[in-house]
Nanobody, 124 residues
Framework: QVRLAESGGGSVQAGGSLRLSCAVS????????MGWFRQVPGKEREGVGLIYTEDGSTYYTNSVKGRFTISRDNAKNTLYLQMNSLKPEDTAIYYC?????????????????WGQGTQVTVSS
């Protein structure tokens, strides 16, 4: 059973930075499609960015390109989301997710394993 645990959320002023972490345990596959989603209460969940662990290919939603970066530390089994130049519209609960195999459909790739989420609040 793959388990994901997010950390690093918090409150920051617009223009600031945060780094989210996702500790991954219970690997069952050789390679993963994994990444970050966010959701505002009352709105649909949105894919923020994904990484395919086999070759490091990344996918980002347009609104975060150039501001957010996904990375992975294999030794620590941890996924990161570095968020810079944060905007109030980035306020949401951020979830880490993963599944074995390719990110076949980019940000629309269905993923099986999910963390509990961490709140990010950006004030203007």
């Amino acid at each position: 059973q793959v388990r994901l645990a997010e950390s690093g959320g918090g409150s920051v002023q617009a223009g600031g930075s945060l780094r989210l972490s996702c500790a991954v345990s219970g690997y069952a596959y050789g390679s993963y499609c994994m990444g970050w989603f966010r959701q505002v209460p009352g709105k649909e969940r949105e894919g923020v960015g994904l990484i395919y662990t086999e070759d490091g290919s990344t996918y980002y939603t347009n609104s975060v390109k150039g501001r957010f970066t996904i990375s992975r530390d294999n030794a620590k089994n941890t996924l990161y989301l570095q968020m810079n130049s944060l905007k109030p519209e980035d306020t949401a609960i951020y979830y880490c997710a993963a599944d074995g195999g390719l990110c076949l459909y980019g940000l629309d790739t269905p993923l099986t394993y999910w963390g509990q989420g961490t709140q990010v609040t950006v004030s203007s």
